[in-house]
């Protein structure tokens, strides 16, 4: 086993504890107990390196080169510790994710620890699920953009705990100007629709500028 796959084993089991410290009540003297014990946790991950996320931009490429259609989960296109799809992040979403030709497609179980209104997924997580797909789909064209605008429209609740699928696909380009739609469904039904304006960058400015120009 790597070491990003013990990243990715260690922290899919933190997000779990997560959604489950929320969804459950805990008795006051496990609450203590917990508290020692995640304390002792915290002491033996923090005493390691600090590590820096590294933009791998020939990532892309495999991306774009990867068969239409292609069901498996690709594990994590950009990096292990994005938010939405990334495994080793224990804060993020853990989002499966694969191409429909050049549709970008994104399949979560969103847990309780995302949830706003009773029994729905908060609305900012949503629209972050889709901003994520949105950049999957940059991918398959090979490009590097930033979000610049990005409206969303909810046209019914978001359930937590049940599976929902993002997709987005590029509609129009312009330039640098990109524009991007998507949705996201639950139980076959499109309950979220969205478009954004990405602009284009040139690779080698994305990691030292935080620019538009």
Known sequence: MTSDERRIRVATLLRELGHAFVAHDVADDELDRLAVDVANLL????????????????????IAEQPANNLTHVHHYLANDSVVAGGANPMGLGARHWREDDVAVMQVVIGRAFEGAPGRSHGGIVATLIDETMG?????????????????????????????????????????????????????RVVVDAESLFIAIDPSRFVTSSEFD
């Open 43 to 62: 002491e033996r991950v923090a005493v390691g390196d600090r590590r820096t996320v590294a933009f791998e931009p020939r990532t892309l490429a495999a």
């Open 136 to 188: 999957f789909v940059l991918g398959l064209h090979g490009l590097i953009a930033l979000t610049a605008r990005l409206d969303v429209t909810y046209r019914a609740a978001v359930p937590v705990d049940q599976p929902v699928v993002a997709r987005a696909w590029l509609e129009h380009r312009d330039g640098r100007k990109l524009r991007i739609l998507a949705t996201v469904s639950a139980a076959g």
